[in-house]
Nanobody
Framework: QVHLVESGGGLVQAGGSLRLSCTTS????????MAWFRQVPGKEREFVTA????????FYSDSVKGRFIISRDNAKTTITLQMNSLKPEDTAVYYC???????????????????WGQGTQVTVSS
């Protein structure tokens, strides 16, 4: 069982920045790909970004590309989501997710990830 703990959510004005972190109980070098999803009430969970376990390839949704950056620390136990130029439509609960041995074509799919954090609220005011 992999445990994920998120931190860093909060309230920010439009145009501002926030940084989210997700710490795992297991090194991502053990085959663990990591991702961020987000969800607003009444809507399905939405893919935001992911980083692959082998090689560190990154993937972004069109809505955040160029504004958000996902990275992984050298110890490969923590991923960070740097969110810049935030917009009110970025407001959501952000979830960290992890899955083993994911292939490229599955990186954006919610059901590919077996492990999930508790979520952290991000609110962007206009």
């Amino acid at each position: 069982q992999v445990h994920l703990v998120e931190s860093g959510g909060g309230l920010v004005q439009a145009g501002g920045s926030l940084r989210l972190s997700c710490t795992t109980s297991e090194r991502t070098s053990s085959g663990l790909s990591m991702a961020w999803f987000r969800q607003v009430p009444g809507k399905e969970r939405e893919f935001v970004t992911a980083i692959k376990w082998n090689g560190g390839a990154t993937f972004y949704s069109d809505s955040v590309k160029g504004r958000f950056i996902i990275s992984r620390d050298n110890a490969k136990t923590t991923i960070t989501l740097q969110m810049n130029s935030l917009k009110p439509e970025d407001t959501a609960v952000y979830y960290c997710a992890a899955g083993r041995g994911l292939i490229t074509s599955s990186m954006r799919t919610e059901r590919s990830y077996a492990y999930w954090g508790q979520g952290t609220q991000v609110t962007v005011s206009s």
